[in-house]
């Protein structure tokens, strides 16, 4: 997740660039989605999960965690090429409604087409020319893959059995040590760089499915520019026209406060996905004949 500031001019830069977050593969009641997906790549050399199992073990409620480890390292391939509506409130300051298409193709996200409070970004569409304190981008990526690609480094604990929007769903705290953290960067005013302490949770449904994904910065230090960060992703199945139905990310909040002379001064940025389509690149075949 990347967000770019305007008034503390700060990049928080949760490095989740290269992976996305949302699961490309259908709910997993639906067998017949995962079949076709996984036919699709069958001719891809394997990816090796064997270590997710090793989180389950010696723990009988860890059975669900080794489920969506294994997810998030083969997920990339379930997912079709496909675009996506962002649109990005900005509060809570004089609200902000930032409106932008979001590609996903081949693994990566691309941004277009910005419209600020209904009218065309102009030619400058920096975040100082859209007047919010910052804005966000990667939000249909996941921070979900770096928490589990190998070696694993985060320690994670069943914490309770709890419902979620009445779904029965099992949560796992986790804890990511800042000298063990080489994905999740903060980059503030002054371009400090810092690789912190990190905490959260994961919510999970029936058959391991991701519900809710949290996670909170953890003893920034006081002479950084932020004072924390937290970020709240949820999921749910989305209907990608002309495709399937896949789990994807619906809605993201994410909260900063950024230190000041006089204070504290915090935000919040809520980003909703919809109108979500199959995307294809057109081509034309250019021959010699007249």
């Known amino acids: 997740m990347s967000l770019k500031g305007n008034h503390a001019c700060f990049i928080i830069g949760m490095v989740l660039f290269h992976a996305l977050a949302a699961h490309g593969q259908a709910s997993p009641p639906d067998n017949d989605n995962v079949g076709r997906a996984?036919?699709?790549?069958?001719?891809?050399?394997s990816i090796d999960t064997s270590d997710c199992q090793a989180l389950s073990i010696g723990d009988p409620h860890a059975n669900k965690l080794s489920t969506v480890c294994e997810f998030a390292r083969t997920f990339r391939r379930n997912?079709?090429?496909?675009?996506?509506e962002q649109t990005t409130t900005s509060g809570p300051w004089p609200n902000k409604v930032l409106k932008?298409?979001?590609?996903?193709?081949?693994g990566k996200e691309v941004y277009s087409n910005l419209i600020i409070n209904?009218?065309?970004?102009?030619?400058?569409?920096?975040?100082?020319?859209s007047g919010m304190h910052f804005k966000s981008a990667g939000e249909l990526g996941s921070d979900l893959i770096d928490l589990f690609k190998p070696p694993i480094v985060a320690e994670f604990h069943f914490r309770k059995e709890a419902m979620f929007h009445k779904v029965p769903s099992t949560v796992y705290e986790f804890h990511l040590a800042a000298?063990?953290?080489?994905f999740f960067v903060l980059r503030d005013s002054h371009q400090a760089i810092l690789y912190s302490e990190y905490e959260g949770e994961l919510w999970l449904g029936p058959h391991g499915r991701l519900l809710r994904l949290d996670l909170r910065t953890m003893h920034l230090p006081k002479g950084f520019g932020f004072d924390n960060v937290e970020v709240t992703i949820d999921y749910t199945d989305v209907p990608?026209?002309?495709?399937?139905?896949f789990l994807l990310p619906s809605r993201s909040e994410t909260r900063v406060c950024d230190?000041?002379?006089?204070?504290?001064?915090?935000?919040t940025n809520v980003v909703v996905f919809d109108d979500c389509r199959k995307f294809a690149t057109k081509s034309r075949i250019i021959t010699d004949n007249p």
């Open 38 to 45: 996984a036919a699709s790549v069958s001719s891809l050399p």
């Open 118 to 129: 209904g009218k065309p970004a102009a030619t400058d569409s920096s975040l100082a020319a």
């Open 79 to 84: 997912l079709p090429d496909f675009i996506c």
């Open 100 to 106: 932008e298409e979001v590609k996903f193709e081949k």
């Open 259 to 267: 230190r000041h002379r006089s204070g504290l001064s915090c935000g």
């Open 240 to 245: 990608i026209g002309g495709l399937d139905t």
């Open 179 to 182: 000298e063990k953290n080489t």
